[in-house]
């Protein structure tokens, strides 16, 4: 005699829900773009809600272009942002960075896109890195061969199973006919990927770095932490070497918003660069972004803030010091042409005529037979 039966409607609830455990991790992937159209605005938009993007920033200098407010519309999309100068030579320091925080899951980076031009007289070379590899190495490097014409990129990446909660890509440009007229037009630029469901380890809310009576006071703040380990707090002077300050002992697990704080009482005179490594119980990490402290000794006579200084200008403290006094110089001693201007109160700018390269300087202040140096470093 056959029986029947009826599966209880709790238990069909409980086999759906385990199903979807066993569904593959790319049937759990989710698309998402990150875009900055660069329409009369420098703000960054993303289509889940995983990413936050930060405002385009430009790196080495201001944007002396002020036509329409620095953006153009002739063959964009909307419109396009409008930079100028460019130096002659390729500099790492010098670029417009694209930087968006990862809030609570992993991803996936497929591809990066984006519109260039330049003027009549603008950089022909073009580079693309990103922070992997802290922005050591070229995704592409290319060449805008005609003028006011927009050459589309579009990059294919493998970057696979992302934990870094900050992910960023700079664009540079260098070799333009004119240092002081060429421009560089940015449009569309788009990242694409996929959202893992896989929690980071940390997510930060922000880390935050400030001069507080001859300290430098750093705090910062998690919303979820998973297999957390510590926090190694790191500081550098240039940006390519980091020493280990201390370390602060994470949560390990939690679900709600954590606090956190570390004092360096040794700060040193000069721009400091602040950072976490967030390591994890396996011992794999990630950084935070980045947080700079410019500290200035009142007592010091030649001091340049920042330093490493930007391959436009050279911005000097002004501890009484004669411009007419100063020489500056290649590390080889070949004297390098430019003017001085006085920009914000207290400090004096030394403009090349040219933008520098990569490389280290001499600045020397020599008045009433006592000769001062500081070595400069662009970066």
């Keep these: 005699m056959k029986r029947l039966f009826q599966i209880p409607t709790n238990c069909i609830v409980l086999m759906f829900l385990f199903s ?8 759990a992937q989710e698309d998402f773009q990150i875009k900055w159209s660069m329409d009369e605005h420098l703000a960054g938009t993303s289509s889940h809600a995983n990413f936050s993007p930060e405002d385009a920033k430009l790196a080495g200098g201001a944007n002396t272009n002020a036509l329409n407010g620095g953006y153009g519309y002739t063959n964009a999309v909307v419109a396009a942002h409008v930079v100028k100068p460019w130096p002659v030579a390729f500099s790492s320091g010098r670029y417009i960075e694209f930087m968006f925080a990862a809030n609570t899951f992993k991803y996936n980076i497929n591809s990066i896109s984006f519109r260039l031009k330049r003027s009549d007289t603008g950089p022909k070379q ?12 070229d995704l592409i490097s290319s060449t805008l061969v005609n003028e006011n014409v927009f050459y589309p990129f579009s990059v294919p990446t493998s970057f696979n199973n992302l934990s870094d909660n900050t992910f960023a890509i700079r664009i540079y440009g260098n070799n333009p006919f004119n240092t002081t007229l060429g421009v560089l037009w940015f449009d569309e630029i788009v990242i694409n990927g996929q959202v893992l469901q896989i929690i980071l380890p940390v997510d930060l809310t922000y880390f935050k770095a400030e001069h507080i009576e001859n300290k430098v006071n750093l705090t910062w703040e998690t919303a979820l932490e998973k297999n957390s380990h510590e926090f190694v707090v790191e500081r550098s002077s240039d940006m390519a ?17 954590k606090q956190y704080s570390f004092t360096d009482d040794m700060p040193v005179s000069g721009v400091s660069y ?29 001091q340049v803030l920042p330093n490493p200084a930007s391959p436009n200008y050279i911005s000097i403290k002004d501890n009484g ?3 007419h006094h100063l020489l500056f110089t290649d590390y080889a001693g070949r004297p390098i042409k430019g003017f001085y201007e006085y920009s914000v109160p207290g400090f004096i700018n030394l403009v090349p005529q040219q933008p520098l390269s990569s490389g280290l300087y001499l600045l020397i202040h ?14």
Excluded: C
């Design 126 to 137: 073009i580079k693309l890195r990103s922070s992997i590899d802290g922005f050591t190495s």
């Design 274 to 302: 602040y950072r976490l490594r967030m390591v994890d119980l396996d011992q794999s990490f990630s950084f935070s972004p980045t947080r700079d402290v410019v500290i200035r000794d009142p007592s010091a006579g030649l």
């Design 366 to 379: 020599n008045k009433n037979g006592r000769k001062e140096h500081v070595k400069v470093l662009v970066p």
């Design 20 to 27: 979807l455990l066993l569904v593959s991790p790319a049937a």
């Design 321 to 323: 010091i004669d411009p």
């Design 241 to 257: 070497r980091f020493e280990e300050l201390g370390r602060v002992t994470a949560s390990g697990e939690t679900m709600g918003r």
